[in-house]
Structures are given as C-alpha cells and as structure tokens.
Nanobody, 113 residues
Framework: GHLVESGGGLVQPGGSLTLSCVAA????????FQWFRQAPGKEREHVAT????????DYSASAKGRFTISRDNRKETVYLQMTNLKPEDTAVYYC???????WGQGTQVTVAS
C-alpha cells in the first residue's frame, strides 16, 4: 500500500491548516494511522494516532488541545486538523500506517509571519 499527504503550506501564527492522507492498497478500515513530523535538524516525532475505532486517539503533548486527528473510512483518508499554529510547528508532516514501514512522502507546513 501507499500513502499520499496533502494540505501543507505557509500559514501565519495562530492560523489553521488541515492535512489529508489518502491511503491505497490495503484494508483501510482495520488499520491504525499516525501523523509524525520532522523539523530541520531534529528527529521525526509522533504527533497523533487514530485507531481503527474512530473514537480512540492519542496525541503528543504539543499537539493535544490544538490538533485533531480523524478518519473517513469511505474515502480511505486520514486528516489532521491543526489550529492555533505556532512557529515551532514548522516541519514536514508525514502520514504513517502504524506498525508498518509504509510512510507518505510528507507535506511541508511552515508557520511564519
């Protein structure tokens, strides 16, 4: 299977963005998905996880309260809604099929005025 992210861009501090991750090639409804991010010079870090049951999610401390992960099984898409964005959220954001080696190509998010 493969994953394709979209929705990144340049946004001012305090702004919002929604990232999308379209999946193909595997059984989407039974899979858990994650968003990670990697800033220049830093290690890739976990942002959020959504399990096959839509209500079960997990967030990093930096994402909790500002980001929301969701999924649409009919569209085979995972979303990451990001609000109140800060300059330190600037990174390449990656979608990941949990417990696999399958990653998307990443989408750049830049928070700057």
């Amino acid at each position: 299977g493969h994953l394709v992210e979209s929705g990144g861009g340049l946004v001012q501090p305090g702004g919002s963005l929604t990232l999308s991750c379209v999946a193909a090639g595997f059984t989407f409804s039974g899979a858990a998905f994650q968003w990670f991010r990697q800033a220049p010079g830093k290690e890739r870090e976990h942002v959020a996880t959504i399990y096959s049951t839509h209500t079960l999610t997990d967030y990093s401390a930096s994402a909790k309260g500002r980001f929301t992960i969701s999924r649409d099984n009919r569209k085979e898409t995972v979303y990451l809604q990001m609000t109140n964005l800060k300059p330190e959220d600037t990174a390449v954001y990656y979608c990941h099929w949990m417990n696999s080696e399958t990653w998307g190509q990443g989408t750049q998010v830049t928070v700057a005025s």
